[in-house]
């Protein structure tokens, strides 16, 4: 159950969301020159949170091709390896997801804060609940929704597991919100994406 990397052209600018877990290069450059893409070719990498299974690769793709890296400010200093690793809060995910904090840290290329228009026309929307700084990227000429780990497709679409989650409760507000875009794709971190009908997918899911 490791994160998802996701490759976006949105207004010509190619765009990596979340980087997967450690060792995850190989399938990122793979991915690249399957759609015909070197890695000088991305223009900047785009991180939903700091867990290790979505920020894991993105120090080695930084240092080997300087492609920039943009994440939230609340989760920047953990990916920096100046704040402590938020873990699980139970001890069974804990233990379970305990190595995926033991990717290498380095320093971002850009902290946000806020709601923000990014390279690209991509906007980077605060999601919190899951960490602090969860944030989801929003396409919004493709109506594609990337929703890092706020919500999950493992069985049925829900909102992140509870024992996974730093705050359940606000996590499903920041999904509330996020319904409110018309969105007909959701890209999610783990589980398969939803192709059509996004918003409505997201309105029900908060309903439930």
Request: proline residues 8%.
């Amino acid at each position: 159950m490791v994160g998802r990397a996701s490759l976006v052209e949105h207004r010509g600018v190619l765009t990596l969301v979340d980087t997967g877990g450690p060792g995850s290069v190989g399938r990122i450059l793979r991915a690249l020159r399957r759609v015909g893409r070197r890695p000088e070719d991305l223009r900047q990498i785009l991180l939903t949170h700091c867990h290790g299974d979505h920020a894991g690769t993105a120090a080695t793709i930084n240092e080997r091709y300087g492609t920039p890296v943009v994440v939230n400010d609340l989760d920047a200093d953990v990916v920096a390896g100046r704040d402590p690793y938020p873990y699980p809060p139970s001890p069974w995910g804990r233990g379970t997801y305990g190595w995926l904090s033991r990717y290498r840290r380095f320093e971002p290329t850009h902290r946000i804060r806020g709601r923000i228009e990014v390279d690209g026309g991509l906007e980077t929307i605060p999601a919190p609940g899951h960490t602090d700084g969860h944030t989801a990227v929003w396409a919004p000429d493709l109506r594609a929704l990337f929703l890092g780990d706020s919500v999950w497709q493992i069985g049925p679409l829900r909102p992140s597991w509870r024992m996974f989650t730093r705050d359940y409760e606000r996590n499903v507000g920041s999904i509330r919100g996020l319904a409110d875009l018309p969105s007909e794709v959701l890209l999610l971190g783990h589980g398969s994406p939803v192709r059509r009908g996004g918003r409505d997918r997201l309105r029900s899911l908060v309903r439930a």
